[in-house]
T-cell receptor, first 110, second 115 residues
């Protein structure tokens, strides 16, 4: 069966460091991989989308990589700030399907 | 644009009652999605529409759940009869993209509690 795993339920880092979140998947061939941010009591907010033929994408302090051989995506937040504290969800999709991982709760400590 | 609008924000009902959740997508978006989020199962896709037509309802848990989209600016998700295990946060999302796989814009969610 299809499975999406995000590296850990919670990740704590110090302000200024780079946060790295992992999304692994099995039994799936996504055409797209997306990352969302979710704050408590709110809906997910879209951050980045990367296509299967793209290796890396950047947006300000965010960077996403997509390795279809390893079936893995890495999501990096550089120069992290306490305001980056949230749950981050990866989502895999093709033209007919969209599946979310369980999320990783990131806490950035000042 | 005000974003995706959902109502009510909170709903508490007794087992056996009918529950109707409402969603207004962002104007111009062709896709509308209904999700359910729980601690145990995470975010699950229930059903999605393209141009008001249901495309995939394979995520709808059972016949007690139904969804409609009578026009481009309104959709409902109905549970009849409701059960305690339906307690969750229900999200509506819309997407402007050419496929169902493009970025989605989520509403604030409806927190449903069935007692």
């Amino acid at each position: 069966s299809q499975k999406i795993e995000q590296n850990s339920e919670a990740l704590n880092i110090q302000e200024g460091k780079t946060a790295t979140l992992t999304c692994n998947y099995t039994n799936y061939s996504p055409a797209y991989l997306q990352w969302y941010r979710q704050d408590p009591g709110r809906g997910p907010v879209f951050l980045l989308l990367i296509r299967e033929n793209e290796k890396e994408k950047r947006k300000e302090r965010l960077k996403v990589t997509f390795d279809t051989t390893l079936k893995q995506s890495l999501f990096h937040i550089t120069a992290s700030q306490p305001a980056d504290s949230a749950t981050y969800l990866c989502a895999l999709s093709n033209n007919n399907d969209m599946r979310f991982g369980a999320g990783t709760r990131l806490t950035v400590k000042p | 644009d005000a974003g995706v609008i959902q109502s009510p924000r909170h709903e508490v009902t007794e087992m056996g009652q009918e529950v109707t959740l409402r969603c207004k997508p962002i104007s111009g978006h062709d896709y509308l999605f209904w999700y359910r989020q729980t601690m145990m199962r995470g975010l699950e896709l229930l059903i999605y529409f393209n141009n008001n037509v249901p495309i995939d309802d394979s995520g709808m848990p059972e016949d007690r759940f139904s969804a409609k989209m009578p026009n481009a600016s309104f959709s409902t998700l109905k549970i009849q009869p409701s059960e305690p295990r339906d307690s969750a946060v229900y999200f509506c999302a819309s997407s402007p993209g050419g496929t169902s796989a493009d970025e989605q814009y989520f509403g604030p969610g409806t927190r449903l509690t069935v007692t």
